[in-house]
């Protein structure tokens, strides 16, 4: 059975009757949902309450105009519903709800709605005659983009000019209607939420999945809501699906895999072309049935498979019908279609464009190639078929095509290889690479060893050369350090010999960048961390100069690693954005480097204690198809779990922990293995069980003898079970031997401190949290001082410091004709409120050598200066605007002579004045 009527049930479409109801967290209705007399309708049978976009509605009260834009399936209704029948609306409420092809009725229905609501409108003047004083109401005009007459809209604009301060207009529409938003936008007066608010958050669909009795792990609910785009009818469809299934999971992995899972049985297909393409224009479906079997689109691509010269025009066209196309930038102005509306294309495309179907895709290898794009014009060109094409592209761009690393690419069920493919080894090597980027992994191989048959034993220098190139790749797709670096040491011996056979004079430069990346790949995974950045520095370089685009994104990509793992974030955000830039310039959407690349910025964000933004990169960095690539699904799930930690959910973080536990003897990788060893010990040290982490620790020393990381979270063990010298001890044996991350020598600066404190050496801790600040500045590192602000504001602000004077006691100031006792009366001493005190009385600072001597409020933001504190937070404790705090510190460089702020406090402590 299709299960459509899921998507109803859950998003009140009219003419569906609730059969059952489930017990949820959401709440669940047994209602007729045909509009009560006040034309709102009722709730669907099973209503999720997002909170959120709750709220947002109660503060868009204020504005005049409300557009709610997304397309079919989205939630407009039910949300608008949900916040009028749970009481938020501040007066009376019009509900409209336009048909299709309503034409000049439309005003007549929306005048019938406000009568029926007690809204009085004057149709000469458009007064509301009956307002009571102060009253304000709310008119929601429901499918607004089912009215086209223009006389109709003009007179709603008026109306909404004239009552815009007394009633909020909430528009819901699947595209922008054609009304002057820009006027209303301009003015602050629209509210907007469109199809990125209304998606589902994780959270959101989590809840869903509950109210079905849905169980599904952490890391599919992840999967559920990456492939769904959050599309709220997608979901319910999915989960209604699985209601009774044994093994769940297995729609949502047919869902990765390919277009499996958008069979009748889950209904997916059957919902897009009866509420998408059957509403389109004939002539816009036919442009997107030629152009899906793309994974990006741009206007050249457009008029190379259809035969249009209006191919931005038309995808303009589709990204305004919302739900079709969504801008995805690049210097080819690319779009891309929604996951699930391309599967479901694809799927139409074998039906009714069977024939054409391989002539679409040599159509799209011939541009890809002009464009010089390979990666694509291979893919393009295999799926089609076009053999000859195929040997070409791969002869002409191997080092780009071997050395770029996997893409993510979907499945497809092209043509079999010719049968004297024995014969034509650049062509079974084409068909290797074809295979890596679609995960399957077995299949290059075979190719690989197809093609090597067909060599001979006595192959050409360049044959051999691509050979040794192809083995090295093979080792990066199976992950295999130690196999890739071997080969590319093989690798750069068949380049000496080939150096004057290369059709190209960058091929040579690239080949050896592809070899000396993945000898980099290789020494960091053995641990040599200097050789690796050496290695990497010139594999980059060589990148570089060969001008092979998608060798340069995988040459940055292995720099933002590196930077990362010193602790470099800087440098590490910059290459990791470079590689999207990079790939987004290509059209490529989804990529290994480009997922790599979000978890690098996921981690800068994270150690710099942006948690929000880094919790947006990590959810960006999940990939489609991350069952090709346990790497990345490893290194993403780590990440999650690292993210939950930092933001104090602890419960969570165990629970995206726990699939990783199993992995630790023998699939992790060592670093990958020390991280989970010392985030599981963390957590069973928040929850009390000492011994427990102590062993895991143990077990964890195995896997990387002297690690600083376990050495750390053993010191914080110590430090739980009593024994600051022992933490502190440890710490120092860490410190002494300089690790490799600043990150981690902050960190281990910031422990050592709290060690001493406890051990009552106050000026020895002072000292390390000053020289953790001073480490972590340049880079903004604030991680390790997070949940330590009281502590560490005791020690650089203490009562007896010369630096910043205690508070006064508050004195209260007596009341005409009170005791003058009163105002001498001892006060009791108020509490220090947790965090940076504000210290309110440091006197102006008069030193001999400066000739322009600080005021009391300059000397008093100099200091905060020394802190991790922003000028924002600083603003905050001083309860002053961020621009007044701007303003002193402009001041404070001025008379100390500096620029910087880092400069500012060593000017500082030269003067003594702090």
């Known amino acids: 059975m299709a299960h459509n009527d899921a998507a109803e049930r859950f998003l009140g479409a009219s003419g569906w009757t609730p059969s059952a109801v489930r017990p949820m967290e959401i ?78 009725a439309a005003w007549r229905q929306m005048t019938t709605a406000l009568t029926a609501a007690g809204i009085a409108v004057d149709p000469a003047t458009y007064a509301w005659s009956n307002a009571q004083r102060h009253e304000r109401a709310v008119v929601v005009l429901d499918d607004l983009h089912n009215v086209t007459n223009l006389v109709v809209l003009r007179r709603l604009e008026r109306l909404i ?28 007066q629209l509210i907007e939420l469109r199809t990125d608010h209304l998606s589902f958050t ?20 992840y999967s559920l809501w990456h492939v769904t785009e959050g599309w709220p009818a997608a979901v319910a469809v999915i989960l209604a699906a699985m209601v ?4 769940p999971e297995r729609i949502i992995t047919d869902l990765l895999v390919g277009d499996s899972g958008l069979n009748e049985g889950v209904g997916l297909g059957e919902y897009v072309r009866r509420e998408i393409l059957q509403h389109l224009d004939p002539d816009l479906r036919e442009v997107m049935l030629r152009t899906s079997i793309l994974e990006t689109v741009c206007p050249g691509l457009v008029e190379a498979l259809t035969g249009s010269r209006g191919g931005a025009r038309l995808l303009a066209q589709m990204s305004r019908a919302n739900a079709l196309a969504t801008f995805y930038g690049g210097s080819h102005s690319w779009y891309r279609y929604r996951r699930l509306l391309r599967a479901v294309l694809r799927a139409e495309v074998r039906t009714t464009l069977p024939a054409e179907e391989r002539n679409l895709h040599r159509a799209a290898a011939g541009w890809y190639a002009a464009n010089g794009l390979p990666s694509d014009a291979l893919a393009h060109a295999a799926a089609g078929g076009d053999w000859i094409t195929a040997e070409r592209i791969f002869f002409q761009y191997w080092p780009e095509l071997i050395g770029s690393g996997p893409r993510v690419l979907s499945p497809r069920a092209g043509p079999r290889p010719p049968q004297d493919i024995a014969e034509r080894p650049l062509l079974a090597f084409a068909l290797a690479v074809c295979c890596r980027d679609t995960g399957d992994h077995n299949g290059m191989s075979a190719f690989i060893r197809l093609g090597e048959r067909a ?11 691509i050979l040794a190139a192809l083995r090295v790749a093979e080792g990066t797709a199976l992950e295999d350090p130690q196999r890739s670096g071997t080969a590319a040491v093989r690798l750069l011996a068949r380049t000496e010999e080939a150096t004057g056979e ?30 690796a950045e050496a290695a990497l520095e010139r594999g980059a370089e060589l990148a570089r100069t060969s001008g092979f685009n998608l060798l340069v994104a995988q040459a940055n990509r292995q720099q933002a690693i590196a930077h990362l793992m010193r602790g470099r974030l800087s440098a590490a955000a910059a290459c990791a954005r470079r590689v999207i830039d990079g790939c987004r310039d290509a059209g490529i959407a989804e990529a290994r480097s480009i997922s790599y690349a979000r978890l690098v910025l996921a981690a800068v964000c994270r150690e710099r204690g942006q948690l929000d933004e880094a919790r947006f990169h990590l959810e960006e960095s999940i990939s489609a198809h991350t069952s090709a690539d346990p790497g990345q699904w490893v290194a993403g799930a780590l990440a999650f779990a690292q993210l939950l930690h930092a933001q104090d959910d602890h419960a969570g973080a165990a629970e995206a922990l726990e699939p990783l536990l199993g992995w630790r003897s023998s699939a992790l990788t060592p670093t990958a293995g ?79 401190a709290q060690a001493l404190r406890q051990l009552g050496d106050l000026p020895g801790a002072t000292e390390r949290i000053e020289r953790a600040l001073r480490l972590a500045g340049p880079e903004n590192i604030r991680l390790p001082f997070i949940g330590h602000g009281s502590w560490i504001s005791e020690l650089l602000d203490p009562p007896d410091d010369r630096s910043l004077p205690p508070a006064p006691v508050p004195v209260p100031v007596p009341l005409p004709g009170s005791a003058p006792a009163a105002a001498t009366a001892p006060t009791a001493a108020m509490p220090e409120p947790e965090g940076v005190a504000e210290p309110v009385s440091a006197p102006p600072v008069i030193d001999e050598r400066l000739t322009e001597q600080l005021t009391e409020r300059e000397t008093l933001v100099l200091q905060y200066l020394r802190s991790m504190l922003s000028i924002a937070e600083i603003a905050t404790v001083l309860s002053v605007s961020a621009n007044t705090v701007k303003t002193h510190v402009r001041h404070v460089y001025r008379k100390l002579g500096v620029s910087r702020r880092r400069d500012a406090v060593r000017r500082g402590r030269e003067l003594s004045l702090i």
């Open 502 to 531: 290369h059709l190209y004079a960058d091929s040579t430069d690239a080949a050896r960048a592809v070899a000396y990346l993945a000898l980099s790949g290789a020494e960091l995974a053995g641990g040599s961390v200097d050789e």
């Open 455 to 465: 060599l001979g034993e006595s192959p050409g220098a360049t044959q051999a050369e």
């Open 202 to 221: 994780h959270d959101e669909v989590a809840g869903l999945a509950a109210g079905y009795d849905v169980r599904l792990a952490q890391h599919f609910r």
């Open 244 to 247: 009774g299934r044994h093994e």
């Open 674 to 752: 020390v991280a989970v060893g010392v985030l599981h010990a963390d957590l069973c040290l928040l929850d009390g069980y000492l011994d427990k982490a102590r062993d895991i620790l143990d077990d964890t020393e195995h896997l990387r003898p002297g690690d600083p990381e376990v050495a750390l979270a053993s010191a914080r063990v110590s430090l739980a079970e009593g024994n600051p010298a022992a933490a502190a001890r440890t710490v120092e044996r860490v410190l002494a031997v300089e690790p490799v991350s600043l990150v981690t020598t902050v960190a281990a600066m910031v422990l050592l």
């Open 27 to 104: 709440r669940s209705h047994q209602l007729d949902p045909r509009p009560d007399d006040d034309g709102v309708p009722e709730l669907p049978g099973t209503h999720l309450a997002r909170a959120r976009l709750l709220d947002q509605l109660d503060a868009a009260v204020a504005h005049p105009v409300t557009l709610l834009c997304a397309p079919t399936g989205w939630g407009k209704t039910v949300l608008a519903t949900s916040w009028i029948r749970s009481g938020r609306a501040p007066g009376r409420t019009a509900y409209v709800r336009f048909e299709a092809n309503c034409g000049a």
């Open 161 to 188: 000019a004239r009552l815009g301060e007394r009633i909020s207009f909430f528009i819901l529409a699947r595209s922008e209607p054609p009304l002057s938003l820009y006027r209303w936008r301009v003015r602050g």
